[in-house]
T-cell receptor, first 111, second 113 residues
């Protein structure tokens, strides 16, 4: 079983729709969580950190459920420019280099 | 804003050549990383450095070495390039605080012919 699992998609949704992704992690020692977006042939860029209390940044909301060991990303009022691959990233404090990347969820927004 | 700069966006090298990939960050970050990203395999850690002159092997260090003589610079060296090292190489940095996020450079797409 992979340490971090994401639905690869692709998710194909119309502009203006709300879309949600989940990411599950297997190691309960996981301590910090992030969502990154990656455009085709570009580097991953930090979208947002994920906190236990949940956090929002404009149209984006991230949630962490430690009991069920998953994080989620909700995108409201989706724009064409949201089309990208979204990577879930999990950091374990046991080792500074123990950063686990999900394989990514592809999102395509259609006009 | 954190800036992580990789010296080349695209690089074409011949089999057997020694290849240097340079990465510089301007935020005084302690930790620096080299990853490669391949379709279907995701990001894989090659080497990690937690401070100047300190390094640690990642998941796929074979065929690579690294150098960190100054805090801001982390170099990846392919001792003798091979075609299976054709890939996208991504450098990243972060503070030494546990749990801080990674900041990536814009990547080097290396082709070995």
């Amino acid at each position: 079983r992979k340490e971090v699992e994401q639905d690869p998609g692709p998710f194909n949704v119309p502009e203006g729709a709300t879309v949600a992704f989940n990411c599950t992690y297997s190691n309960s020692a996981s301590q910090s969580f992030f969502w990154y977006r990656q455009d085709c042939r570009k580097e991953p860029k930090l979208l947002m950190s994920v906190y236990s209390s949940g956090n929002e940044d404009g149209r984006f909301t991230a949630q962490l459920n430690r009991a069920s060991q998953y994080i989620s990303l909700l995108i409201r009022d989706s724009k064409l420019s949201d089309s990208a691959t979204y990577l879930c990233v999990v950091n374990q404090y046991s080792s500074a280099s123990k950063i686990i990347f999900g394989s990514g969820t592809r999102l395509s927004i259609r006009p | 804003d954190v800036k992580v700069t990789q010296s080349s966006r695209y690089l074409v090298k011949r089999t057997g050549e020694k290849v240097f990939l340079e990465c510089v960050q301007d935020m005084d970050h302690e930790n620096m990383f080299w990853y490669r990203q391949d379709p279907g395999l995701g990001l894989r850690l090659i080497y990690f450095s937690y401070d100047v002159k300190m390094k640690e092997k990642g998941d796929i260090p074979e065929g690579y070495s690294v150098s960190r003589e100054k805090k801001e610079r982390f170099s990846l060296i392919l001792e003798s390039a091979s075609t299976n090292q054709t890939s996208m190489y991504l450098c990243a940095s972060r503070t030494g605080l546990s749990g801080s996020p990674l900041h990536f450079g814009n990547g080097t797409r290396l082709t070995v012919t």
